[in-house]
């Protein structure tokens, strides 16, 4: 019997899958649980173009990020914060939040999230930082912190 997958189901397959059981699993196990749904042709015709409108918003959300990370490559973002007199430790840290917030004023809505330290930022300086996507896109933006 064929079932469409409403959730993933262990060693049989993942949400949205169309698979291949036998009745009484799908009669005894997958539907009393909602796990999944009898593949009627109305279904698979549904579940066919769900999945294309799927695909279709990945690649313009795929295309919308590639595109931002392209206007924010080698973007130099700015920090005037006080330090101490004698050496140039900040009070405090720049954190991916505070540049998150930075490239907001900008114009680039950036989550704190896909913004990517070596480590800390506590001195000083010039400094990298990396704006990375799931899908393997990334930028990378250079983080300027002067004295106030």
Same mark, same amino acid.
């Given at each position: 019997?064929?079932?469409?997958?409403?959730? $993933?189901?262990?060693?049989?397959?993942?949400? /949205?899958?169309?698979?291949?059981?036998?009745?009484?699993?799908?009669?005894?196990?997958?539907?009393?649980?909602?796990?999944?749904? #009898?593949?009627? #042709? =109305?279904?698979?015709?549904?579940?066919?173009?769900?999945?294309?409108?799927?695909?279709?918003?990945?690649?313009?959300?795929?295309? #919308?990020?590639?595109?931002?990370? @392209?206007?924010? @490559? /080698?973007?130099?973002?700015?920090?005037?914060?006080?330090?101490?007199? $004698?050496?140039?430790?900040?009070? /405090?840290?720049?954190?991916?939040?505070?540049?998150?917030? %930075?490239?907001? =004023?900008?114009?680039?809505?950036?989550?704190?999230?896909?913004?990517?330290?070596? %480590?800390?930022?506590?001195?000083? /300086?010039?400094?990298?930082?990396?704006?990375?996507?799931? #899908?393997?896109?990334?930028?990378?933006?250079?983080?300027?912190? %002067?004295?106030?």
């Amino acid at each position: 019997m064929k079932v469409i997958l409403q959730k $993933d189901v262990k060693d049989v397959g993942r949400v /949205g899958e169309l698979v291949n059981v036998s009745e009484g699993f799908a009669r005894n196990f997958l539907f009393p649980r909602k796990l999944a749904a #009898e593949a009627t #042709e =109305k279904r698979v015709k549904e579940y066919d173009h769900l999945k294309r409108v799927a695909e279709a918003k990945k690649k313009k959300a795929l295309a #919308e990020r590639q595109e931002l990370l @392209n206007k924010i @490559n /080698g973007t130099t973002v700015s920090f005037k914060l006080q330090a101490g007199a $004698d050496s140039d430790k900040l009070f /405090g840290t720049v954190t991916t939040t505070d540049i998150s917030k %930075e490239l907001q =004023k900008m114009g680039h809505s950036v989550d704190r999230r896909d913004i990517h330290l070596e %480590e800390p930022i506590k001195v000083l /300086g010039q400094h990298k930082a990396v704006v990375r996507y799931a #899908e393997g896109l990334e930028a990378k933006i250079q983080i300027a912190v %002067e004295r106030a």
